[in-house]
């Protein structure tokens, strides 16, 4: 392992968890680069946010590739140019084929905005997750940083935070509610990860 640890992030969206983790590598300086931003996504604003701290930024065009894992093959030559140790899912609209998975055992890392194993799976992504916490009544709401197998959203999980969901909660007041909370724990798992604190072991992630 090198000193530093390079991180490759893939965006979808407006890249506020890309943000906080280049803030905090920049504040706390902990070993960790981020060597580049992918999206599938042309105007995702992720891409901006990289420009402006000078990370090679790209958009992949899906509409250019056959299948999931021709695109996913030229994901990946991307991330072997630009040398990446770990890849960082961050609000990345795209299931993962096993095409990244196979090539980053353990090593691609997700953020979901609620507690798995609950609110986890095929469909259960952005405001769909908050109206379902909502709609089932739940007290408590939250996000998960968890590694990423074939299987979505069941892989080991690394850190958690909660939230309360308060009476009068619609989607999009939980929803920030719960991002300020995902903007702390995903850069403390980058940083546990780039300081080789991070060691999984079956179902279980140990730190430290
Ligand atoms: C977050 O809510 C994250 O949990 C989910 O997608 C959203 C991304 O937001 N995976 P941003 O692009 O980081 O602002």
Redesign the pocket.
Known sequence: MRDITRFAVL??????????IIDAIEQEKFPARIVAVLSNKADAF?LERAKKHNVPAFFINPKEFKSPQEYDQKVLEKLKEAGADYLV????MRIISSVLVNAFPNRIV????ALLPSFGGKGM??HHVHEAVIAHGCKVAG?TVHFVTEGVDEGPIIAQACVPVQEDDTPETL?KR??EQ?HKIYPQAIRWIAEGKVTVDGRRVRVG
Do not use: D, M, R, T
């Not at 899912?89 to 990345?92: E, F, I, K, P, T």
């Not at 997700?110 to 905005?113: A, G, K, R, Y």
């Open positions: 965006a979808s969206g407006s890249g506020s968890n890309l943000q906080a992720a899912l961050a609000g990345y997700n953020i979901h905005p992504y952005g996000c929803a719960v991002l995902e």
